[in-house]
């Protein structure tokens, strides 16, 4: 009999391997919490309904500063790409002047002088190149770093980082 009332009292535990023994718990001794009031579900729809709104606009927003930049980039492209057509028919112009036969024979000097000329043409168009690609390198880094900042700012929003001491106090609880 007294074999019995052991066994009542007790009961055996298997904690992924780990068995033991434990008494049993009533459940009339255990307490019991009431139950929570039951929400509004037309308050819990219109909540839902604010942060979806919330973040649709917030998700446009993000999409139209993008497309800004894209655009500016492309308007900055082809002000780049007209300015080269330009150079470009301009070297033709001047080198179908060149080839034109002359009345007088070409003198030296004058040959050398539309030479310097031409050269000095190509020297100031890829001047203007190389100015715009570096702009568009600048814009392009600035779109990376405003990003990059977005990035590291949304991971230090995450809720687990409320603050140093709600964060020590949550891993020791554990």
């Not at 459940?27 to 819990?44: F, G, M, N, R, T």
């Not at 001047?94 to 020297?123: G, I, K, M, N, Y």
Request: glycine share 2%; net charge negative.
């Amino acid at each position: 009999m007294a074999t019995s009332d052991w066994e009542d009292d007790w009961e055996l535990c298997n904690d992924d391997g780990f068995v033991y023994k434990r008494k049993k718990r009533r459940l009339d001794a255990l307490p019991v919490a009431p139950a929570p009031p039951l929400p509004d579900p037309q308050a819990e729809e219109d909540h839902r309904r604010e942060r979806k709104k919330r973040a649709l606009i917030k998700i446009k927003e993000k999409y139209q500063r993008e497309i800004d930049h894209w655009e500016h980039l492309s308007n900055t492209l082809r002000a780049m790409e007209e300015t080269a057509h330009q150079q470009q028919r301009r070297q033709q112009h001047e080198q179908a002047s060149l080839s034109l036969p002359l009345a007088d024979s070409p003198s030296s000097e004058f040959v050398c002088r539309t030479l310097v000329d031409e050269l000095l043409l190509q020297a100031e168009a890829q001047e203007a190149i190389i100015h715009d690609v570096s702009n568009l390198c600048d814009v392009a880094e600035a779109m990376y770093n405003v990003q990059d900042e977005q990035l590291k700012q949304s991971f230090i929003d995450l809720p687990i980082w409320g603050s140093p001491r709600k964060l020590m106090a949550s891993l020791c609880d554990e």
